[in-house]
């Protein structure tokens, strides 16, 4: 029956009325901004954006195979929000490195700024970003990174290593706990010129914190973060989870507060014990110059040395736990390492000059960061200006996703893109050859700053342990059962899985 305007809002349809018309407005206004030579992409829904497509577990795959229809560029509604997708090794290096400024700022989240995480260097843009940046570069190196000084940290750290393993005696043990803790040690030992012991309590809660902190970037919660950024208003419904992930935060900083704390008491100028030191030296030099509004403060201190500890932990923990599964999966791969390091160095402590004499062994562990694929999107970026890419109108501020594993899995690249293959990063008379489409560390401007530290303790700690152990699955699991499934979080890590170390002396 026809109904007149008091009778429609009598019988409360007017609010949804009111609502559809508004979501039809939202999705008009979303169809109008594709116009303009942008990307091609699939077509939003209204408010969702393209979300149903999201394979949330993975979302790099649903990038990929998008990738098949729409081009190397395109456009994904993340929701309401907008945003370019990159894929392929020769876009993604095109966009990182021929066009570094265009696409060369970071995308922040909403929260990262509630949460005051836009200090430091992974989260920031312009002259923070610059100065922060070239501090960190400057100083990982100065204590160490690329040179000797590193060397011997790193090989210090493989002495503990090597201890707790061998305290395991033969049986099966998590990867997880151990490799982190030494790969993290390496990192405090440049940051705050000391290490912990495996069993502190305060060193074992930061360490869970920072990998838990991973974990929610990527798990179901993460999802729910993931709206919350995208839908704030649905915030009080997504609390939980909102709350864990900025409980860790505000738990992390008040430790690296604490630490900045004792560090600042004990602080001689003349003797710089790491980085931490050095940017309170900074600082002080500054101040007596009579220059007080620099970038050299509290809360910048505190984001980079969370960055140097984030960062430098995960990553390169992860890539190491990837290479001991990968030789327990393996076990040829496995005995023809240990047959060239016998042969080459036998059974003194390496050294990074050794690298060039040991190409298998670095091939597999080239072959490992590759297939380990564990930043599938790397760290999302922007762009700083309009820009045409590809033939494509690209407006500033866009969020740019740089996805690295279409690089490291492309077609057009790799022989072998989805299996373990060594012979990748190998000629016809066994010398190491490098690849281009191997970029882990993404490139640019915004390439990683650790890359040489990781690569170096990649090397020493792998080959290492190649010398003392040989790495099994655990009692009553084959080779072929052992999982390589990846865990769901911010890193693309091994799901938790337990392996055997028997010792080989
Ligand atoms: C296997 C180990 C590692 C891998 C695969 C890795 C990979 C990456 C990737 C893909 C990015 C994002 C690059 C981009 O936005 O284009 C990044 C950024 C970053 N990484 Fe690493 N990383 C590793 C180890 C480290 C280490 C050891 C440190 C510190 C000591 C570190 C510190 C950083 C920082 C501070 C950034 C932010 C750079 C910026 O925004 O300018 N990473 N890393």
Redesign the pocket.
Known sequence: RPMDLAGLMQCNCFPVLGSLVVLLLVYLVLMAQTQNNEPPGPRPLPVLGNLLLLDFNQPYKTFIKLSKKYGSVFTFHMGPNKAVVLVGYKTVKEA?VDFAHEFGE?ATRRTAKEDEQEYG??FTNGET?REM?RF?LTN?RDFGMGKKASEDKIIEECGHLLQRIKSFRDKAFDTHGVVNAAVSNI?CSMVYGSRFDYDEPEFKEILYRVCRGMELLGTRSFQVLQLNEMFPSLGKWLSRTRAEHRNIILANRSHYLKMIDQLTETLEPQVSRGVVDAFLIKRQQLEEAGQKDTQFHRKNLTMMVS??FA??TE??AC?LRWSLLFMAKHPKIQDQVREEISRVIGARQVQVEDRKNLPFTDAVIHET?RLGN??PL??L?RTSCDVIFKGHFIKKGTTVY?V?ASVLYDENEWEKPHSFYPAHFLDQDGKFVKRDAFM???A?R??????A??RME?FIIFVTLMQHFRFTPPPGVTEEELDLTPQVGGTRCPLPHQLCATSLF
């Open positions: 990182l970071r260097v992974v970003w940046r960190a990982l990192i960055n140097l960062g430098g990553t390169t890539t960061q564990i930043f790397s760290v970026h740089t690295l882990p560390f993404s640019g915004r390439a990683c700053p650790g890359e530290l990781a990649l």
